[in-house]
């Protein structure tokens, strides 16, 4: 079954187009999981990768039941070196286990030879002196535009050939993004030239239910181009950040969705992992909890998109 | 001393406005490394890096009297995961024991707090549960420009504090560059728009001779266009990719350089490392001596850019 077709089922089995960021930050990590990795790993980096493993797969065992699929920020993990890169694997080892789909936010992109060999990287397999090694990865990978479809293609092939899938940067939801993200190709804006593109992408790779393993991401600060860009790909899931700590509101993602309620996966990073420095939790659980008030969040957020999607009409009759 | 002063100090040294790309494919390793590092790692990704970094530090061993600086294209060591990130890092190390300035070629962004954890990690210090680390870094980083000023002041931010410096992508070296990087602001193409935010960027961050540490990079397959970027970004210099396997040529390159010979970067990297698979050297070395094979590479790229910028009125007189 195709990638995409794999996270719409994962989607509707959950009834919840949540996807939760595993982004840790040392400062946020809660204090009791700090004070075991010293003790036992000093204050190093080795020790703060430790605290961010045992912190994620707390957040795993309890989430897997409520969502179909994380993202892992890569830059929270690269900042380690050595021993966060082993995290970051470990812990799409685990969400596979969990059988959640898992999306790589590293943002990669070079000119052709090297987006090949990142694509390889993130999405395929290892060439060694004889052969290749097939190592667990990722099942998306975001990647930026920016170089052009010639250093696109490359991900394409090997998404095809791994069974993988795609997020391409389309509209980001800092600020600063209509900065050259609005310049102008036949007098339309950049980011609907980069859709277009997607488009045309997309409909080389249908899986079943009319959605390609190529997705799009859309800041979800930017509602009222939403709609049009995603009239603009039809066939593109978007990945949908921004929501919560960005300032986006549910009603304001749901034109990402199509009609049918499909069609975007919303992200939430610390406003559900760190839930835990949240008034609203803090007095049901306990610190050595927080994974549960992260699972509360998760709940919240969901009856909050959910509640939208109705409004909207757009709420799957399945859910 | 700024990081843009050292490295001009060390073209100067050397005479030589060349950078070599420490980009190791496995399929080009010679055969006799190959051969070793089964023998001891077996054919696994832990004995490919170990091919990889045996074969940079015999590169480093011969290159490091000829040329002032490295690049590591980041994508060649990412894909072998733990091990090959544990590779960059050590040819990292012993790149600045020889005294050679080291471009961190991984070509990162992504939006606001995650560009930060970025520059932190390629340029800065490592934050751990408490305090900070100083890991050893690179003394550039290439980021990717696509998302706005506000995911390039992180890195700015970094560069200041570390004393390091970034190139940030203008004008890539591809075919399909154009796609995107010709879209119209203002009725002007979004490079030169990058190119003036880049200078305003640089104004604020002036070493002793005119130049800044942040630079930009220019393809050198645009010859045409180089001229026209070097007058809007007069302080920053150029890393220029395309010399050699890309194409361009030595008189190519020349709009990138200022009227004094400087501002500009020249890099090779398949055709300096893997000199040895070339006739024009093979006679002249076996494959045990490869690296020197890719000194020679190194004195045949200087000479015909030296012989180029002399036609052009551009040779510094003290070269």
Redesign the interface.
């Known amino acids: 079954m195709l990638m995409i077709d794999q996270l719409m089922e994962k989607i509707d089995e959950k009834s919840n187009p949540t996807v939760v960021g595993l982004?840790p930050l040392?400062?946020n990590i809660p204090k009791f999981i700090?004070t075991d990795?010293?003790k036992e790993f000093g204050?190093?980096?080795q020790?703060?990768s430790k605290?961010f493993l045992r912190f994620n797969l707390a957040l795993l065992d309890q989430l897997h039941p409520l969502i179909p699929a994380v993202k892992l920020?890569m830059?929270?993990y690269?900042?380690?070196?050595?021993p966060g890169?082993?995290v970051f694997?470990r812990t799409v080892e685990r969400a596979h286990e969990l059988n959640l789909v898992v999306i790589d936010?590293s943002?990669?992109?070079?000119?052709?030879s090297?987006?090949k060999?990142?694509a390889?990287?993130h999405l395929g397999k290892?060439?060694?002196?004889?052969?290749e090694?097939d190592?667990e990865k990722s099942d998306f990978l975001t990647i930026?535009?920016?170089?052009?479809?010639?250093?696109i293609s490359p991900f394409v092939d090997q998404l095809k050939e791994n069974n993988k899938g795609v997020f391409i940067?389309a509209r980001?939801?800092?600020?600063?993004?209509?900065?050259?993200?609005?310049?102008?190709?036949e007098g339309k804006p950049?980011y609907t030239?980069?859709a277009e593109?997607i488009h045309s992408l997309t409909l080389d790779n249908l899986g079943a239910r009319g959605y390609s393993p190529i997705g799009a991401v859309v800041g979800a600060t930017w509602p009222e181009e939403a709609d049009q860009i995603r009239q603009a790909m039809p066939h593109a899931y978007f990945l949908v950040?921004g929501y919560g700590a960005q300032g986006a509101t549910a009603d304001g993602v749901i034109p990402s969705f199509d009609q049918q309620g499909y069609g975007a996966l919303i992200n939430s990073s610390r406003g559900v992992i760190f839930a835990y420095q949240n008034p609203k939790y803090q007095s049901k659980y306990s610190v050595e909890n927080f994974a549960k008030s992260s699972a509360e969040a998760v709940k919240d957020m969901r009856e909050d998109l959910l509640r939208s999607l109705s409004q909207a009409g757009k709420l799957p009759a399945n859910w």
């Open positions: 982004d040392v400062q700090q990795a010293v204050n190093t980096r020790g703060v605290a920020q830059a929270c690269e900042l380690y070196g050595e890169i082993n694997n936010d943002k990669r992109n070079d000119i052709g090297s987006a060999l990142y390889m990287g290892t060439p060694l002196f004889k052969g090694e190592v930026n535009p920016f170089l052009g479809s010639d250093t940067l980001t939801s800092n600020p600063s993004s209509k900065e050259y993200q609005e310049a102008l190709i950049l030239k980069i593109d950040p």
